[in-house]
Nanobody
Framework: VQLQASGGGLVQPGGSLRLSCAAS????????MGWFRQAPGKEREFVGA????????YYADSVKGRFTISRDYAGNTMSLQMNSLKPEDTAVYYC?????????????????WGQGTQVTVSS
C-alpha cells in the first residue's frame, strides 16, 4: 500500500499550487484523508482533512480560506489546492490516510503516509 504525493515546487508569494496524492495497493473509499506539513526545524503540523465521502472538510486556521481539499469518490486520489501562498507555507507536505471515516488534526489517527513533496514559497 502506497500513497504518493506530487505537485510541489517553487512559487512566488501570492501564487498557487495544486498537490495531488495517489493511492496504490488499495483504495481508501471508507477512510478520511488528510494533509500535514513540516517546515525546517519545526514539528509536523496539520493542514487539513476530508471525510470518507468528501462531505466534510477541516482546515488549520493558518490555511483556512486559502487551501481547499478534494477527493475522488473511489478513494484513489486526493488534492490540495493552495492559493494566496505565503512564505510561511514553505514546508514538505505529506498526505495521509486515516483509520477513521472522519479526519482529525491528530496525526496519530493516520496510519498510511506518503513520502512528502516540497513546497517553497519565495520571491
Amino acid at each position: 500500500v502506497q500513497l504518493q504525493a506530487s505537485g510541489g515546487g517553487l512559487v512566488q508569494p501570492g501564487g498557487s499550487l495544486r498537490l495531488s496524492c495517489a493511492a496504490s495497493g488499495r483504495t481508501f473509499s471508507n477512510n478520511a484523508m488528510g494533509w500535514f506539513r513540516q517546515a525546517p526545524g519545526k514539528e509536523r503540523e496539520f493542514v487539513g482533512a476530508i471525510s470518507w465521502n468528501g462531505g466534510s472538510t477541516y482546515y488549520a486556521d493558518s490555511v483556512k480560506g486559502r487551501f481547499t481539499i478534494s477527493r475522488d469518490y473511489a478513494g484513489n486520489t486526493m488534492s490540495l489546492q493552495m492559493n494566496s501562498l505565503k512564505p510561511e507555507d514553505t514546508a514538505v507536505y505529506y498526505c495521509a490516510a486515516s483509520r477513521r471515516s472522519y479526519g482529525s488534526s491528530d496525526s496519530s489517527g493516520y496510519n498510511y503516509w506518503g513520502q512528502g513533496t516540497q513546497v517553497t514559497v519565495s520571491s
